[in-house]
């Protein structure tokens, strides 16, 4: 049993090597998301999507460690929790894994805030740019926009953002 005690010690530092790259990751496409470089997006959305499959492996073979152990967990990948799995390991190793556990819960709220902020992001890029669209196309008024002189607005002035002919 001492084996597979030490391949899910193992297994729990692969996960942050895993969960670090992925914060990475998060952190290169915040920055391609201010730049707007849509295929190195497509690339780390690529790499993230390959981080994520490597992890769904771990959690596997961190539930056939525990089952090679003897350590009964009624998980599957769907309902892996890494808490649990932590209160499955017998007491007298439990304490090398806290370290590990609290470095995976740390990563894992980083993981978090930062998929919300790019999200955020994206939401908030995507709103101006519909807005500004809006606006150019005059979509939300019956009346003209272009009167042959230029942009007019509601009120029949000029508008200064619109001033070129097209």
């Known amino acids: 049993m001492q084996t597979q005690i030490e391949i899910l ?4 530092y692969k ?18 998301l201010i730049k707007t ?4 997006l497509w690339e780390i959305s690529d790499h993230k999507q390959s981080i ?5 492996a771990v959690r596997a073979e ?3 460690a525990l089952s090679e152990a003897g350590i009964k967990h009624d998980m599957d990948a769907l309902s892996f929790r890494l808490s649990t799995v932590l209160s499955l390991i017998p007491g007298r190793d439990r ?3 806290k370290k590990a ?6 990563l894992e709220g980083e993981i978090r805030q930062r998929s919300r902020d790019n999200k955020l992001f994206i939401e908030q890029s995507l709103a101006f740019l519909d807005e500004l669209v809006t606006i150019i196309a005059n979509t939300n ?10 942009c007019l607005d509601s009120k029949g002035h000029k508008n200064l953002l619109l001033h070129r002919e097209v």
Do not use: N, T, W
């Open 9 to 12: 010690k193992d297994l729990f």
């Open 15 to 32: 996960k942050i090597m895993l969960y670090r790259d992925l914060v990475e990751c998060l952190k290169r496409e915040r920055h391609l």
């Open 141 to 150: 008024k019956a009346e003209p926009l272009y009167d042959g002189a230029g």
């Open 95 to 97: 304490v090398q894994f």
């Open 52 to 56: 994520g499959a490597r992890i769904a």
């Open 37 to 40: 470089d849509i295929d190195a």
């Open 62 to 64: 961190m539930l056939q």
């Open 101 to 106: 556990y609290m470095s995976l819960i740390s």
